[in-house]
């Protein structure tokens, strides 16, 4: 096991590229009384798991919203509600798909809670406003306050160097070592959700712009099969992560065949 991370790109044409990412959800059951930082000890970023040597295959899955470590200095800004809740994260999610190094699959899953910065939000965007628009939430998606005391902007700008950055240098680089190897990479995006749905799985491609419309099918099929209620594209299409990471292969030349796909699957 070793740690480190990064991302980025866009899709617009998943025909011109060679690589494909899917997006993964997985409904999770109400959490309450987590701890912001109970992770106390926590100076990493994110947590890459490698397969074994000789057995990785050109797949790699990425869990953005599952940390939920906050340094003191952003929790102590945090409402007593919110320092105890962290509500929408990504619950042990890392739990969830333990098995996928087994499989091959390379994984990185960020340690520091989306609360810290959102890395499926665009850092060149809404800098701090709504849990809908921004990289740095100021408030929940009901427009709860999360902070007692707001910070200051400079501060918040310094954020996204230290935590939003290198996880998406990472993916980026992780994605690039296999393209080195491979023709194809496939690059899942995981994630979890508590509504608005009753489904199980959501398949997200960005609307048939990520991955080819055989690479949705069979993600589709594979829950079906395992009767999962499974919806495409609706209400979760793919986000940020996706689109960014798409872009940076394209900058960098890589031949990469991108396909976004958002698979999201309720664990009961
Ligand atoms: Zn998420």
Redesign the pocket.
């Known amino acids: 096991m070793n740690k480190r991370g990064r991302v980025g790109c866009r899709c617009r044409s998943a025909a011109q590229l060679s690589g494909c990412s899917v997006n993964l959800?997985v409904r999770h059951a109400p959490v309450t009384n987590i701890l912001a930082g109970a992770n106390t000890c926590c100076q990493k970023l994110y947590r890459i798991e490698e397969p074994a040597p000789g057995k990785s295959v050109p797949v790699v899955a990425s869990m953005?919203?599952s940390g939920t470590f906050v340094p003191p200095s952003i929790a102590n800004a945090f409402t007593p509600l919110h320092r105890t809740w962290l509500r929408n994260t990504?619950w042990y999610l890392p739990l969830v798909y333990d098995f996928l190094p087994e499989l091959g699959v390379t994984t990185i899953a960020a340690t520091h809670s989306?609360y810290v910065t959102d890395l499926?939000r665009d850092p060149e965007g809404l800098l701090f406003g709504s849990f809908h628009e921004a990289v740095i939430f100021n408030s929940m998606f009901d427009g709860t306050p999360i902070y007692q005391e707001l910070p200051e902007a400079p501060a918040l700008r310094q954020r996204l160097v230290d935590y939003h950055s290198p996880y998406h240098e990472e993916l980026s680089n992780i994605i690039g070592r296999l393209l080195t190897l491979h023709e194809r990479v496939l690059l899942l995006d995981l994630?979890?959700f508590f509504g608005p749905i009753e489904d199980d799985v959501c398949v997200g491609d960005l609307r048939g712009v990520s991955c080819r419309q055989e690479t949705t099918n069979l993600a589709i099929n594979a829950f079906a099969r395992q009767r999962f209620r499974t919806v495409c594209n609706e209400p979760f299409s793919g986000g940020y992560l996706i689109t960014e990471t798409l872009r940076t292969l394209r900058r960098r030349r890589y031949r990469s065949s991108c396909a976004t796909r958002r698979i999201c699957t309720a664990v009961a």
């Open positions: 959800r953005p919203h990504d989306r499926n994630h979890s």
